[in-house]
């Protein structure tokens, strides 16, 4: 994990001194248009990109895409499509983010590794296990051109939580979740992919599908510092790629989802933890997600709060709605250049770091 760590921090100090340096804008440096889109993830349907889409990717303006088995025919027909999305870059660009959900266990979108499931490498406990799983995932995601996992899940689980009951989570220890997290992590990286870890700061007492109802997360700031943030202190020191940022509201902090709230997204992840790398939120296209108002306006709350890359995984049209809205934002003035710079560095060194 430190290998490709390493190279994020690097390549962040000298985007946040001189810039970022994809090859197509070294000369004349990014355009807002660029800026923002590069902050957002797109999903979209069909097992072929979307015109419009391609056509962003070639101006510059999108920073990746997610897939699901709504995207996937066939291992042949994804690396196609892959290709498809990679190809159609500026020339000299860093790698697209190519991401997906393959946790193991209940998530996965695709056949082959992780063959395991957090719960049961939580139950052999082997750290081993966890990095070869790790590696044998990179290696099963590489192959069709996938290059960032949303996984590891490091939420410690609570007795009877949804989490636990859908064999998401590694255990109840919190020391054991970031060993083990950290491994699969580390996997991933010496096979080339970046980990996620999720979902910060912790969604391991959570009962509900943090998809279809936003959560309350009733512990103290004690509790939620003493065990639910520890397996991302120890992925924020191992240098992992990217944490997702949660959906749950956790009102010993803020009375609004983490992904809206400052305190959490830059005041705990950031200042607290010292995590270097990108921050994404979880999807903000979700129906829990959706009763904070219309696309451009969680876009808006996301930025705000210090998230970096903005995930809107259930339609095109609403990650294009708020790539705009970032532009208009921060031409305006409501978000800062400052902020909108510092993240699209973060997101071009994690873009660089991932090879060709």
Known sequence: MRRVGISIAAAALVALTI???????????????????????????????????????????????????????SRSQLRSLTRSLQDARP?????????????????????????????????????????????????NLRDVGVNVNFAPVVDVARPGSIMEKEGRAYSRDASKVARLGAAFAHGLAKGGVAATGKHFPGLGAAYNNEDLHVNRINLSKSELRRKDEVP???????????VMVSTAIY???????????????????????????VSI???LDTPAIAQYGSPERRADLSAHAGVDLLLFAQSYNDGARAAT??????????LSMKGMQRAYGRIGALRSSLGG
């Open 19 to 73: 810039g970022p340096q994809p090859a197509s804008l070294a000369t004349s440096g990014p355009s807002l248009r660029e800026m923002a889109g590069q902050r957002i993830i797109f999903g979209f349907d069909g097992t072929a990109a979307p015109q419009a889409l391609l056509n962003r990717i070639h101006r510059g303006g999108a920073g990746g895409v997610i897939l699901f088995k709504r995207n996937i025919s």
């Open 91 to 139: 020339k000299g660009d860093p790698p697209l983010l190519i991401t997906i959900d393959q946790e193991g266990g209940l998530v996965k979108r695709l056949d082959g590794p992780p063959d395991h499931s957090p719960a049961e490498i939580g139950r052999d406990g082997s750290s081993k296990l966890a990095r070869h799983e790790g590696r044998a995932t990179a290696t």
């Open 232 to 242: 991302f202190a120890k992925l924020a020191g191992e240098h992992v790629g990217l």
């Open 251 to 277: 009102p010993a902090f803020d009375s609004r989802p983490a992904l809206f709230a400052s305190k959490i997204a830059s005041g705990e992840l950031r200042d607290r933890l010292g995590f270097a790398g």
């Open 281 to 283: 939120t979880d999807d």
């Open 325 to 334: 809205e970032l532009r208009h934002a921060t031409e305006s003035g409501r």
